[in-house]
């Protein structure tokens, strides 16, 4: 197999002129018959017994050549790309010119390239990072998280029921004076203030005693999605049987002592005061890295070609059924439960296609112009990190991932931390949705 002439056509597009000899065609032909021509019967022979040249003679000399093309077809691919040496992004058409046993296989290949992109001023770029503080306010709402983790259900007897209790109650709904699919309940455990059933039913139960048997009018949302009930008023009849409450544990050394390590509540207070700084403070840094990233991208220039697109996309695609699969599901089920075309999953995708095959040509380009490299310890330890996180032999990880692959992730790291370095990073105090709302 042999390139014979390379030669570009427009923008990130060559044409490979590419040959096959009659030897290697013929070699695929005899592996083809093999498996196929024991599914034929001639005329004189058992079936499947019947000689190449009399399968050939019968049903002509070409019979067996899509399945050898078939079979070369990866050879022929790789050779080619590799003789080039082109950086190949895709194959977009493959055409047969000459195909004879006599003579062997010419085929041409359209190949895509990965584009040259044009970047600067990355260096200098202005971010504005977020001034991380944690009040005692928000540690009070840590600590009554944590309250109402801890929290045990009592039984209620002396009052009517309130927001926050739980109703055990029988319902039975009433369509126009007859009930309907759906609308009936025994012994139902449910959380008034909780928004679980309808709007309005959970409002009509406050109120009510110990054995209470009453009436509930509410209407359907216009966009429920049973059909007959759409914006329909209907009435629950209910009973009461139950009333439960939530009973917090105080706030004292010994419920710090049975939720945690520590032995008194000024200590707890301060560790979880510690751990939310801590995760604002991740949140502000990936919030500076994706105004980093996203400044990066808006900066590339050049003609990346769509099947750049359409291939992260399809590493997109691909790496979500992956992680269905873990979870017992496959891709048509989770269309036909959401109701989305595969269409419609890549049309989803685009965009963060497009960003990821942006900034991953700009890293590159930007490692390139620096001289940024991964050295061989550099590699070994992002090895010996990736054997830690997934506890597995270092030997078992480099049987699965290429060491030229993760090079090109840690050239990566390195690269944002360059950007990072020579970024004009300004820290101020970023006000949120419900913040500005307050100031309006």
Do not use: W
């Amino acid at each position: 197999m042999n390139l014979t002439a390379k030669n570009s056509t427009e923008t990130n597009k060559f044409e490979l002129d590419f040959s096959v000899s009659a030897e290697k065609f013929n070699e695929a032909i005899q592996q083809v018959y093999k498996v196929e021509g024991k599914k034929i019967a001639i005329d004189g022979f058992r079936k499947g017994k019947a000689p190449l040249a009399f399968i050939e003679k019968y049903y002509g000399e070409n019979v067996f050549f899509e399945g050898a093309i078939d079979k070369l077809y990866r050879d022929i691919v790789t050779t080619a790309i590799e003789q080039s040496e082109l950086d190949v992004v895709a194959v977009s058409a493959f055409n047969i010119e000459e195909m004879s046993k006599k003579d062997g296989v010419k085929c041409k290949l359209t190949v895509v390239i990965k584009p040259e992109i044009e970047i600067k001023d990355y260096k200098g770029i202005e971010v504005t990072k977020d001034t991380v503080s944690v009040t005692e306010k928000e540690v009070d709402a840590e600590v009554e998280k944590i309250r109402e983790r801890n929290a045990r259900t009592i039984e209620v007897t002396d009052r009517a029921t309130k927001d926050g209790d739980i109703a055990v109650i029988d319902f039975e709904g009433f369509l126009e004076d007859k009930p309907f699919d759906g609308g009936k309940g025994e012994n139902h455990e449910l959380t008034l203030g909780s928004g679980q059933f309808i709007p309005g039913f959970e409002e009509q139960v406050v109120g009510h005693v110990i054995g209470d048997e009453f009436d509930v009018n509410v209407s359907f949302p216009e966009d429920y999605q049973a059909e007959d009930l759409k914006g329909k008023a209907v009435v629950f009849k209910v009973k009461l049987h139950e009333i439960k409450a939530k009973e917090l544990p105080e706030v004292d050394d010994e419920f710090v002592k049975d939720v945690s390590e520590f032995d008194t509540v000024k200590d707890y207070r301060a560790d979880l005061k510690a751990h939310l700084k801590e995760h604002k403070q991740e949140h502000a840094d990936s919030d500076a890295e994706n105004q980093l990233v996203d400044a990066i991208i808006a900066k590339v220039k050049g003609e990346i070609p769509d099947e750049m697109y359409e291939n992260e996309v399809d590493e997109i695609i691909n790496s979500f059924a992956y992680r269905l699969q873990s979870q017992g599901l496959n891709m048509e089920t989770y269309m036909q439960y959401t109701g989305m075309t595969m269409e419609e999953m890549r049309k989803t995708y685009r965009a963060q296609a497009e960003n990821q095959v942006k900034i991953r040509l700009a890293l590159e380009k930007i490692a390139s112009i620096e001289g940024i490299t991964a050295s061989d310890e550099e590699i070994e330890k992002e090895f010996a990190e990736l054997a830690k996180n997934y506890n597995m032999e270092a030997a078992q990880v480099k049987g699965m991932i290429r060491p030229e692959d993760l090079a090109k992730d840690v050239v990566n790291k390195k690269t944002i931390d360059f950007v990072k370095e020579n970024a004009d990073i300004k820290t101020a105090k970023k006000t949120s949705k419900k913040e500005k709302a307050k100031e309006e």
